[in-house]
């Protein structure tokens, strides 16, 4: 049975930091991308980050050169720090994987990997308060 999970979420002040991690498992073959959607209430789910296996990786604009994705392949971990925070970066992230290839990701989301991603996690509250 696949699992994502996700932990690391909390609370703290605009300007500190946080540490989200993801595991995935129960595939068969490695996870070739994963990545970090959110969504605020009343808001849309958004695209945070993402990385594939390649190390390519993709970035919000609004959360550019503030977050940071990373991976250990080996393990199907993903991590996302998130430095400078801002109370508009307040929302639930959800950490999502496929083992599919990129192409077929983006084209199954409508070019949005977030929507394309064949299993996420049930999500992990982010708060930043001003």
């Known amino acids: 049975e696949v699992q994502v999970v996700e932990s690391g979420g909390g609370s703290v002040q605009a300007g500190g930091s946080l540490r989200l991690s993801c595991l995935a498992s129960g595939y068969r073959n490695s996870v070739n991308y994963m990545g970090w959607f959110r969504q605020a209430p009343g808001k849309e789910r958004e695209g945070v980050a993402a990385?594939?296996?390649?190390?390519?990786?993709y970035y919000h604009d609004s959360v550019k050169g503030r977050f940071t994705i990373s991976q250990d392949k080996d393990k199907n971990t993903v991590y996302l720090q998130m430095n400078s925070l801002k109370p508009e970066d307040s929302a639930m992230y959800y950490c999502a994987a496929d083992p599919a290839d990129r192409t077929e990701v983006h084209r199954r989301g409508g070019g949005k990997w977030w929507i394309g991603m064949d299993h996420w996690g049930k999500g992990t509250l982010v708060t930043v308060s001003s």
């Open positions: 990385i594939y296996t390649s190390g390519t990786t």
